[in-house]
């Protein structure tokens, strides 16, 4: 089987669903001389892109996105098996906190970005829900993280959003950490008022706009 032949079977195996087949395809691309960097961005990557394309169309949903991100998962184990903690966070996107705000309990949508910012490439630390803007930014500073989204589905919680924010800027990290957030009340105005970075009201778009800011970063 040819370079391009695994590659391809590596995207498809993760845009079909297919655990068994994304293991399979990592090892023949291991066994090819591929590297595991080439295998996750030409190949498992690309499915993913096509499952994020999809699910914003809706002609995916949650199930299967859990599914694809399974076949993804599984492959990146098989690939990066060999290789030390530093290698592996050197082939991470990079590093974000995913929580819902303080005073917020609802985490439907925070799960489902968590999937799919963790089949994306991203090393993702989950908070949790409800979570005090304080440890946010205790957590960001502490992890040196790339990017941290919060979600608020209530607008009473959305101030905890600029909280972060400026908690940040006390903490002198703000420069180093971007902010995106979401929720059914956020708006890109919020957004832009509160000085934070990125949005997004849906789990394919939040995958986009991290890749950029993470890598304007």
């Not at 993702?124 to 040196?144: F, Q, S, T, Y």
């Not at 950490?177 to 934070?196: L, Y």
Request: charged share 25%.
């Amino acid at each position: 089987m040819s370079r391009e032949e695994i590659l391809s079977k590596l995207a498809d195996a993760v845009s079909e669903m297919e655990p068994e087949i994304a293991v399979e395809a990592a090892h023949e691309a291991l066994a090819a001389g591929i590297s595991p960097t080439e295998a996750i961005q030409q190949g498992l990557s690309k499915g993913m892109d096509v499952v994020s394309e999809l699910f914003d169309e809706g002609e995916m949903f949650v199930p299967q996105i859990l599914i694809a991100a399974e076949a993804f998962q599984s492959a990146v184990e098989v690939l990066t098996a060999g290789l030390s903690r530093d290698e592996q966070q050197a082939m991470s996107r990079g590093k974000v906190i995913c929580h819902t705000v303080q005073g917020d309990i609802h985490d439907v949508g925070k799960n489902i970005v968590k999937t799919m910012f963790r089949a994306s490439g991203f090393e993702v630390i989950d908070m949790g829900r409800d979570v005090p803007v304080d440890d946010v930014v205790l957590k960001a500073k502490e992890e040196n993280v790339d990017l941290v989204t919060g979600s608020a589905l209530m607008t009473t919680t959305m101030p905890s959003q600029r909280d972060i924010v400026n908690g940040l800027i006390e903490e002198g990290i703000r420069d180093k950490v971007k902010c995106m957030f979401g929720g059914a009340p956020v708006s890109q105005a919020w957004v832009d008022k509160i000085g934070a970075d990125g949005y997004a009201d849906n789990a394919a778009d939040a995958v986009k706009v991290a890749i950029e800011l993470v890598s304007a970063r």
